[in-house]
């Protein structure tokens, strides 16, 4: 006996292949469900069992794994603000990177966010520092950082960097000015 498992519509070239195997010994086809009731697949279904081949229904479950539990996820995110990379990661917890993914996907994007908004304050204060000492803070300059600020606590990270870089521009045109 043969029992074979398609997840696809069969060609006739495959089921003439299946008429040849059936002369010799049982031959059993299952099929999904979606494809056994299909209308397009209605009339190879009787032809496969006028030529004594037993088509059934697979009933065994596909689709996609179930989500990962809270705990695995945990130590996921763990790995990953160590700084391993999603592939590295699936290897290590051994599951396929895309259920990996699909499953920490939003935890993985806020993470990022807040290590650019982190990076940011830091760079800000580090600026912010660095134009005290230099004499180069002023009014003007404290109302853009506060801008900055807002931008960051917002999580408007790219506004941030782009308001950041205008700062930069105008105490590069100050320092040219004074020269």
């Known amino acids: 006996m043969i029992e074979l498992k398609f997840h696809h519509f069969l060609k006739w070239d495959e089921i003439n292949e299946l008429v040849e195997k059936a002369k010799n010994t049982m031959v059993v086809v299952k099929l999904p ?83 650019k908004k982190e990076e940011l304050q830091t760079l800000t204060y580090q600026y912010k520092e660095y134009l005290i000492k230099n004499d180069l803070y002023n ?7 506060m801008e900055l600020k807002v931008y960051v606590d917002n999580e408007d990270i790219e506004t941030a960097y782009n308001k950041l870089k205008e700062i930069l521009q105008y105490i590069k045109t100050q320092r040219k000015n004074k020269k």
Not at 72 to 79: F, M, N, R, T
Not at 139 to 145: N, R, V
């Open 33 to 115: 469900n979606s494809i056994f009731n299909s209308p397009k697949m209605e009339y190879k279904i009787n032809f496969m069992k006028q030529n004594h081949i037993i088509v059934e229904i697979d009933n065994e479950k596909r689709g996609r794994n179930k989500k990962i539990n809270n705990e695995l996820k945990e130590k996921i995110l763990e790995l990953y603000k160590e700084g391993y990379t999603i592939n590295q990661i699936a290897e290590i917890m051994k599951l396929p990177k895309s259920t990996l993914f699909t499953n920490v996907k939003q935890e993985i994007n806020e993470i990022k966010t807040n290590s």
């Open 139 to 145: 009014p003007y300059i404290e109302t853009q950082f």
